[in-house]
């Protein structure tokens, strides 16, 4: 056996994979197809359950370097700073009751870019120009062979994730069912030049799909059912015939940069393990990109994956823990499928299309509504069923955390202002509670795996205390002012952490 695991694709999930990996103490390989980093800006940012993700990595400042621009170039090509449904800009990226919990705008190269660099940090091998094209499984290992410019190689590894996009390879070698529905539209957008800008019509609707163009770039959503099927990169010509099909007019495109071709196509493995072989990101999930929603998904399938199978490779992990993954991230998934569908429909040519979208913009000025559409966008509403909950359990239990702010009692017994972020860098569990809580020593028996912070005061209205997961995930939780329930802590530690090491002292918690 060469490593623990094997993850195929170094794009921001797979990255991303191996860093939580070897964060949880095993070895990652990353083999890739590309020499180099691809270019192509695709995602424009990530949204805010993957900025969180990061930073409990410590990389946030990292990618909020260039936020203004962003924020000035992303109003410039939508034509406004707001996010958008089915493109009806009206939602709100800084919700009214949780501000803090918003994206970041971040280009997909410079954010792979920073996530390199973080798992070189991390000691992560990343062999690029190797072509998965091969996998074999056996109740001991996987192997998988990759063509590279020097011939054929093999590795063995414990575990293979497939983190190697929508058209993933793994996926199809390993048999994974990949049901779902074909596309609506096509859709294709580049930052161009053209001779005759003044011919193209405004933004908006048209009678077979959508136009967007500003200074330097232009999209068309392109509904008409006669276009051929398209193959290879995107060319001035199939550009030149969507924009003709779509707006009505001939445009002639004298240069074209950033160019990227889409669809609605909607598809989602049935489940995200076969044996040794996961998939992560794309892989597992396709859909439009409408409402940018990729990234927020496929990075918390890595942050929810890595630990669980970390403990499952070093023998720790107890009974179920591998396949939560799948229970847990496939409806995050399939509820993405979901309003992308939605979203699709909204934009369906037509007068009945146009009166649907009329009274879903005006239902989006209610601000609950509005709300409603941000947290759906922002997978704010996701929560994960996990089997010890109680029918009326604390709110945040199965929740993704935010970076709240804490009181903690640092070494000398001062209090001090600190973000969650400031203990998660490394990847631990954490048991946030008040110095001397009962709760730690209840916890006693699994130390080894938790860090305790000891938070006098959490800036949160619902929480006096909690135990929180690698991912951010909200294990348990108490409510200030009601009754700590410590036996469903232990049975939380049970589920994520198995049985406790044999009793120990609490010892002191240490910031
Ligand atoms: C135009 C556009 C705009 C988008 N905008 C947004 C947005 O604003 N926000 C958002 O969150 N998402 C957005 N997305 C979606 C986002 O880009 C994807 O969800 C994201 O790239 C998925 O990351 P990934 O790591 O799963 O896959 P990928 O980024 O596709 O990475 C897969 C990697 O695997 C490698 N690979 C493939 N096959 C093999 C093989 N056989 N062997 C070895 N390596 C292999 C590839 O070379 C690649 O590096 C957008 C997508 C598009 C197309």
Redesign the pocket.
Known sequence: MHEDVIV???????LMLAAELRLAGVSPLI????AE??PQR??????PL?FEALQRRGLGERLAAHQPERTAEKARDHGSEKNHFAWIHKIDPSPRDEPDRRGALVW?PDLEAVLAEYAAELGIPVLRG????AITQDDAAVTVT?ETAGGRCERTAAYVVG????????RKLAGFDFPGTPPLMT?R?ARVEITDPDALPPSGRTAAGMLIHGPGMIGVFDFSPDQEEPHGPLTREELQASVRRVAGVDVTVTAMTDT?R?TDNARQVTTYRKGRVLL????AHVHS?NG???????LIDAVNLGWKLAAEIRGQAPPGLLDSYTAERHPAGAAVLHNTRAQSALMLPGPHTDALRDIVSDLMDIPEVNRYFGRMLGGLATRYSFPYTPPHAHPLIGRLCPDLTCVVTTGDGELRSARLSRFTITGPFVLLVPAGHPAIAAAAGWRDRLKVVPAAAIDHDQLSAALIRPDGAVAWASAPGRPCDIALMRTALHTWLGAPAASRPPGAAVV
Request: charged share 15%; aromatic share 2%; with cysteine.
């Open positions: 195929v694709g170094a794009g921001p999930v797979g083999l890739e197809r590309l980093p691809a695709k995602s424009r940012g990530v949204g993957a997909q190797h072509t998965v094209t990759a983190c190697d996009g929508g058209r993933s390879t793994i859709a957008q990227s889409f992560a990101g794309d892989a990109p940018g929603q990729g990234l927020n998904l496929g």
